[in-house]
């Protein structure tokens, strides 16, 4: 079932949304009729834009499993995570003008 995204949503950006078996991060964009988006797990490169009355429907709020303790990882692991979490946010940093 598809959700339509509000305009609202759109222009603040910054959320997450499902659409051609991918999850996507929805960033600001300046006109209301695209709604840009970066894959969650890609990089700026595959970053695109479609046109709402096109393409915006097909798109959904992107749901994920709540954390369970159980599969908590080491010491080792969460450094990992860190560590990737950093660097990805240096990237996008550079990436603002």
């Not at 834009?49 to 393409?55: K, L, M, P, S, T």
Request: contains cysteine.
């Amino acid at each position: 079932m598809a959700v339509a995204l509000r305009q609202a949503n759109t222009r603040s950006g910054h959320w997450f949304a499902s659409g051609s078996e991918r999850d996507w991060v929805v960033l600001p964009s300046d006109d209301v009729q695209i709604i840009c988006l970066r894959p969650l797990s890609g990089s700026e490169s595959e970053m695109c834009g479609i046109y709402r009355a096109i393409e915006g429907g097909h798109l959904r709020h992107a749901e994920f499993a709540p954390p369970n303790p159980q599969q908590a990882g080491d010491f080792i692991a969460g450094k990992l995570l860190r560590n990737a979490a950093r660097t990805r946010l240096t990237e996008w940093r550079r990436a603002i003008p």
